[in-house]
């Protein structure tokens, strides 16, 4: 079965640090999509970063990048040099080129803080 | 510039009522989304459109239905609102070759 985990329901960071959110993923299909969305208490969900399963090169977005691996069906969104506007909801997704082409599967997300 | 947008961007109805959220986007994208949003549960994925006179359900598609008649609109229908409906609801699109998938603003369903 397709899954996205996300384990940290809840993150704080200090201003200006280096922060981790991890994503791991289970799925069968070869090829793939990960994403990484940011939902902030506005409630809009803005995309962040993507991350091919064929990309040989870590995705990397501004701040923002995605440290993939592969053998560990991880997917985890590092965000450098944490602002206070950082401080939002994050959901790990990932799309899968099976049946059921193009639809998203996200993880329950993390609630990410930023301390000033 | 390009946008998705929904409509109403709050409503509040009683059980048993039918309720249509609109969904309209100016992307030109083929594929359409419905999610709803429930704490503890992520987005879950109600009903999907590849394109025009296409629909297929989702993950949790029972009590709702869409309609895709032309590329820019993705109506979703509640036959007969339940409490359970209470939530979040959120449209995205994505083009054929796009990976990627825009959110509309969401819409905030309160079930009486």
């Known amino acids: 079965a397709q899954k996205i985990t996300q384990t940290q329901p809840g993150m704080f960071v200090q201003e200006k640090e280096a922060v981790t959110l991890d994503c791991t993923y289970d799925t069968s299909d ?3 999509g990960l994403f990484w969305y940011k939902q902030p208490s506005s409630g809009e969900m ?3 970063i993507y991350q091919g399963s064929y990309d040989q090169q870590n995705a990397t977005e501004g701040r923002y990048s995605l440290n993939f691996q592969k053998a560990r069906k991880s997917a985890n969104l590092v965000i450098s040099a944490s602002q ?3 401080s939002a909801m994050y959901f790990c ?3 899968t080129y099976g049946g059921s082409q193009g639809n998203l599967i996200f993880g329950k997300g993390t609630k990410l803080s930023v301390k000033p | 510039d390009a946008e998705i947008t929904q409509s109403p961007r709050h409503k509040i109805t009683e059980t048993g009522r039918q309720v249509t ?3 309209h986007q100016t992307w030109n994208h083929n594929n359409m989304f419905w999610y709803r949003q429930d704490l503890g549960h992520g ?3 109600i009903h999907y459109s590849y ?3 296409d629909t297929n ?3 949790v598609s029972d009590g709702y239905s869409v309609s895709r008649s032309n590329t820019e609109d993705l109506p979703l229908t509640l036959e007969s609102a339940a409490s359970s409906q209470t939530s979040v609801y959120f449209c995205a699109s994505s083009g054929q070759t796009v990976e990627t998938q825009y959110f509309g603003p969401g819409t905030r369903l309160l079930v009486l």
Do not use: H, T, W
């Open chain 2, 43 to 45: 987005l879950r994925l």
């Open chain 2, 57 to 59: 359900k989702g993950e």
């Open chain 1, 84 to 86: 206070l506007g950082d």
């Open chain 1, 93 to 95: 997704a990932m799309r």
């Open chain 2, 21 to 23: 959220l609109a969904c």
């Open chain 1, 30 to 32: 070869p090829s793939y």
């Open chain 1, 46 to 48: 803005i995309f962040l």
């Open chain 2, 51 to 53: 394109g025009v006179q």
